[in-house]
């Protein structure tokens, strides 16, 4: 059975950095396009970064790029999002998914699995 557990999430002052992990079993990473989505307090899920297999290619939310990278260790079946400059409205519960990505996926999640998310709080 397909699980993702998140962790590295917590408290940051603006400015800061994070590196969140997702530690996937259950697939394979060549197997699913991986991603990272957010959701704030009172605010709908929005997709943050997410890599294709199939083009072998990442994408990024215009609120995240040149701050956030995504990147993958196949070996270990794991995913990151390492965290730069962070702002106050990164704040939210991030969640690692596996299913499709894209430019559009990222506005619209189309995913078959989810994590139980991490939150990330950016505040002095």
């Known amino acids: 059975q397909a699980q993702l557990v998140e962790s590295g999430g917590g408290l940051v002052q603006p400015g800061g950095s994070l590196r969140l992990s997702c530690a996937v079993s259950?697939?394979?990473?060549?197997?699913?396009?991986t991603g990272w989505y957010r959701q704030a307090p009172g605010m709908e899920r929005e997709g943050v970064a997410c890599?294709?297999?199939?083009?072998?290619?990442?994408y990024y939310a215009d609120s995240v790029k040149g701050r956030f990278t995504l990147s993958r260790d196949t070996a270990k079946n794991t995913v990151y999002l390492q965290m730069n400059s962070l702002k106050p409205e990164d704040t939210a519960v991030y969640y690692c998914?596996?299913?499709?990505?894209?430019?559009?996926?990222?506005?619209?999640?189309?995913?078959?699995?989810w994590g139980q998310g991490t939150q990330v709080t950016v505040s002095s």
């Open positions: 998914a596996a299913g499709l990505c894209g430019p559009y996926y990222l506005n619209h999640p189309v995913n078959d699995y």
């Open positions: 259950g697939f394979t990473l060549d197997y699913y396009a």
């Open positions: 890599f294709t297999n199939r083009e072998n290619t990442t």
